[in-house]
């Protein structure tokens, strides 16, 4: 379990196995009666005269009918990403961003924003100075979690493979960086 740092991350989390867990949570759904499931780019939400959502429009035109529609939108709709100064459209690691159903929201009424993952610098190891750096430790205790009858993580898998390390600015940075921004 990782300890919450701030109000961005106040709730307790785990680090898992991304692939087995998302292996995990397709089994579940792929068994749950009633359940259907379609995997496409959603550009639009397909009202009736009374604006109840009746379905959904996907990127290649095709309409899928349905009682209940679940957006799970991501950090991806109209996503940028951004490499130093420059910028392009994108998702995560080279996935494409979902284009269209932003509009369609705001078409709509809905109010949306941007999320700032702040997806940290990568740093070469090798250039830095370890030995001044304050070590943060992780939770006290260890916690086991079921996230779902296929992925269990237990105290056994509570020690880190890396410590985390803080670092702190002085006040130079702050002189010429923003210069840099303009």
């Not at 209940?68 to 996503?79: C, E, R, S």
């Not at 949306?112 to 992780?138: I, Y």
Request: proline share 5%; hydrophobic share 40%.
């Amino acid at each position: 379990m990782l300890r919450p740092q701030g109000p961005a991350v106040w709730a307790l989390r785990a680090q898992t196995d991304k692939l087995e867990y998302a292996a995990c949570m397709r089994r579940v759904l792929e068994a749950t009666p009633g359940l259907s499931i379609r995997e496409a780019m959603v550009t639009g939400l397909d009202l009736n005269s009374n604006d109840e959502v009746t379905g959904v429009t996907t990127f290649f035109g095709m309409r899928f009918a349905a009682r209940a529609v679940v957006l799970t939108t991501g950090t991806f709709m109209n996503g940028r990403i951004w490499v130093g100064r420059a910028s392009m459209a994108a998702g995560r690691a080279g996935e494409a961003p979902s284009a269209g159903l932003t509009e369609a929201l705001v078409s709509l009424g809905f109010e949306t924003d941007r999320l700032k993952t702040g997806t940290p610098a990568r740093v070469d190891s090798r250039t830095v100075e370890f030995s001044g750096l304050e070590e943060q430790p992780g939770a006290y205790e260890c916690v086991c979690v079921y996230v779902c009858e296929c992925v269990r993580l237990c105290s056994q898998l509570c020690t880190c493979t890396a410590p985390s390390l803080l670092t702190y600015l002085t006040h130079a940075p702050h002189t010429h960086i923003p210069p840099l921004l303009k």
